[in-house]
T-cell receptor, first 113, second 112 residues
C-alpha cells in the first residue's frame, strides 16, 4: 500500500554533531522520494530528493541514503547547526498518480547549543 | 522569481461560514496541489489541479470542499459550512510537469 513512516518522532543532537533521520516505506515499487524541512509556522522546504536507481545522493551538508532491500531511507545532516532545528518529513512522490506526495508523520530535530 | 504565495495567512471563521483559501503558483508552474496538515501530523494530499482541470481529488472530503484553478487568477480551495474539525493548516504546492513541488507558507484556518 501507500505508506511512508518515520521511526522516531523526536531527535535531539548537540550542535556540531551529525544527525540521522530515518524513514521506512512499504511499497516496494516506490520510485521517488523527497525530504522536506518544515520550520515552525512555515511551509515545507525542499531539501533533497532521490530516485530508486540511486543508493545515495549528496547535497550541501545533507546526504540521503536509500536501501531498497529493506525499504528504508535516511537523511544525514553533517555538522548540525541551530538553524537545522525543524520537523523533517520524508515523502513519496506518486508519479503514477499525478505526482501527489504521501508524507510521513515527521521527526522533530532539536539542536542543543 | 517569487515563490508560491498563499493568502490569507490566517483565517478565522465561525461554524457554518465559508472559507476561501487562495494560492498563486510559482511563475511558469501549471500544476497545483493542496494539502492539509492537522496539528502534530504530517501533510495529507487533498487535490491536484492543472489550469481549468481537476486531475485528482481523491483526498478531498466528498462534501463541503471544492477546488478550482481558473485560466486566469489563483487556485481557490473553498470550504463551505465550516466545522471545528476543519481547523488546520492548508498548504498549496506548485510544480512544473509533476516535478519538484514547492510549497507556499500555508493558510492557518481556525474555526470557532
Amino acid at each position: 500500500g501507500e505508506s511512508v513512516g518515520l521511526h522516531l518522532p523526536t531527535l535531539s543532537v548537540q550542535e556540531g554533531d551529525n544527525s540521522i533521520i530515518n524513514c521506512a516505506y512499504s511499497n516496494s515499487a516506490s520510485d521517488y522520494f523527497i525530504w522536506y524541512k518544515q520550520e515552525s509556522g512555515k511551509g515545507p522546504q525542499f531539501i533533497i530528493d532521490i530516485r530508486s536507481n540511486m543508493d545515495k545522493r549528496q547535497g550541501q551538508r545533507v546526504t540521503v541514503l536509500l536501501n531498497k532491500t529493506v525499504k528504508h531511507l535516511s537523511l544525514q545532516i553533517a555538522a548540525t547547526q541551530p538553524g537545522d532545528s525543524a520537523v523533517y518529513f520524508c515523502a513519496e512522490n506518486m508519479e503514477g498518480q499525478g505526482g501527489k506526495l504521501i508524507f510521513g508523520q515527521g521527526t522533530e530535530l532539536s539542536v542543543k547549543p | 522569481n517569487a515563490g508560491v504565495m498563499q493568502n490569507p495567512r490566517h483565517l478565522v471563521r465561525r461554524r457554518g461560514q465559508e472559507a476561501r483559501l487562495r494560492c498563486s503558483p510559482m511563475k511558469g508552474h501549471s500544476h497545483v496541489y493542496w494539502y492539509r496538515q492537522l496539528p502534530e501530523e504530517g501533510l495529507k494530499f487533498m487535490v491536484y489541479l492543472q489550469k481549468e482541470n481537476i486531475i485528482d481529488e481523491s483526498g478531498m472530503p466528498k462534501e463541503r470542499f471544492s477546488a478550482e484553478f481558473p485560466k486566469e487568477g489563483p487556485s481557490i480551495l473553498r470550504i463551505q459550512q465550516v466545522v471545528r474539525g476543519d481547523s488546520a493548516a492548508y498548504f498549496c504546492a506548485s510544480s512544473s510537469k509533476q516535478e519538484t513541488q514547492y510549497f507556499g507558507p500555508g493558510t492557518r484556518l481556525l474555526v470557532l
